[in-house]
């Protein structure tokens, strides 16, 4: 019964594959999409400030929302 237990285990190992590229390459791609992705993310900042409406009150020179009568 070893023999047999030895010869499923030696085929097992020549079943393993290989991976096609260096455990390094695959962090590589990993790292440079990453890297891409944050780009992109960070090419995003301030736009909510910009595209959002004028709030009531700011952005006119002629404020009227002014109690007391003073200007800026």
Do not use: C
Not at 9 to 20: F, K, M, S, Y
Not at 42 to 51: E, G, I, L, P, Q
Not at 63 to 69: E, I, K, L, T, V
């Amino acid at each position: 019964m070893s023999d047999r237990v030895l010869a499923l285990v030696t085929e097992g190992e020549e079943a393993a594959r290989e991976l096609p590229m260096p455990v390094i390459a695959y962090f590589l791609i990993t790292f440079a999409v990453f890297l891409v992705l944050l780009g992109i993310t960070w090419s995003f900042r301030n736009t909510a400030y910009k595209v959002q409406a004028p709030r009531r009150g700011e952005g006119t020179h002629g404020n009227a929302s002014r109690s007391d009568g003073t200007h800026h």
